[in-house]
Each structure stands twice: as C-alpha cells, then as structure tokens.
C-alpha cells in the first residue's frame, strides 16, 4: 500500500494498492483532474480504457481524457468539438484577412506602366 492515495482512490474513498492504475496518471496533489474524469467516463471505464492501453501510451490517455472531460464540464453540448469549430472559424478569418492583405499589396506595387496600359488612348 502506498504511504499517500492517488486522487482516484481518495475520490472513490478506497485503499490504493501498490499496483493502482490510477496512481502515476492521477496524483493526490491534482484530485480535480479525476474529479472531471471521474463525473464525465467514470471510474471503471477510464480504468478499462488505461488497463487495455500499452504503459508507453498511458499517460497521453490520461491527459487526453482529462482535456476532454474539461472541455465537456466546460461544454456539455459540444465539449471539445465546440473548441476545433472555434479554431476552424478563426482560421478562416486569419486566412480572408490574408488573402485581402495580399492583393491589396499587390494592388500598391504594380508598376504604373501595366496600370496606363489598361486604359483606352
């Protein structure tokens, strides 16, 4: 048994055993990370989802279903989906604003020549 309980096991008010699941992804110092996990997957699922898991992707897990358990507190409806709209929007006005930018610089720097060429003598 460790000398401290992880965030999950003091949440679900059980003993931690040496090899808890839990442990190294959800430390007793951060118990609003499991807190958020906890309410949107469950315990039993995220420790399924961890247990079938290789150790090397474990922790990227954790954190990835931390984000998303935020984002869905944060956002019920759309959860991390609404965030990748808001992103996709904001691209679109970055990339608009640099298309106007382009051909109004292109606009300014045509040589005067090509500019009285299209004019009727």
Same mark, same amino acid.
């Given at each position: 048994?460790?000398? %401290?309980?992880?965030a999950?096991?003091?949440?679900?008010?059980?003993?931690?055993p %040496?090899?808890?699941?839990?442990?190294?992804?959800?430390?007793?110092?951060?118990?609003?990370?499991?807190?958020?996990?906890?309410?949107?997957?469950?315990?039993?699922?995220?420790?399924?989802?961890l247990?079938?898991?290789?150790? %090397?992707?474990?922790?990227?897990?954790?954190?990835?279903?931390?984000?998303?358990?935020?984002?869905r507190?944060?956002?019920?409806?759309?959860?991390?989906?609404?965030?990748?709209?808001?992103?996709?929007?904001?691209?679109?006005?970055?990339?608009?604003?640099?298309?106007?930018?382009?051909?109004?610089?292109?606009?300014?720097?045509?040589? %005067?020549?090509l500019?009285?060429?299209?004019?009727?003598?």
């Amino acid at each position: 048994m460790n000398s %401290s309980r992880c965030a999950a096991c003091k949440h679900l008010r059980r003993r931690c055993p %040496s090899d808890c699941i839990f442990a190294p992804y959800f430390p007793s110092n951060n118990p609003r990370r499991f807190a958020y996990v906890h309410k949107i997957f469950g315990a039993s699922n995220v420790g399924k989802i961890l247990q079938d898991l290789p150790v %090397s992707y474990r922790g990227e897990a954790a954190n990835t279903l931390c984000y998303e358990a935020y984002c869905r507190i944060k956002d019920p409806v759309y959860g991390c989906a609404g965030i990748v709209d808001q992103l996709n929007e904001q691209l679109k006005v970055a990339e608009y604003q640099l298309a106007t930018i382009k051909a109004a610089i292109t606009t300014t720097l045509q040589p %005067s020549y090509l500019l009285d060429q299209s004019l009727p003598m």
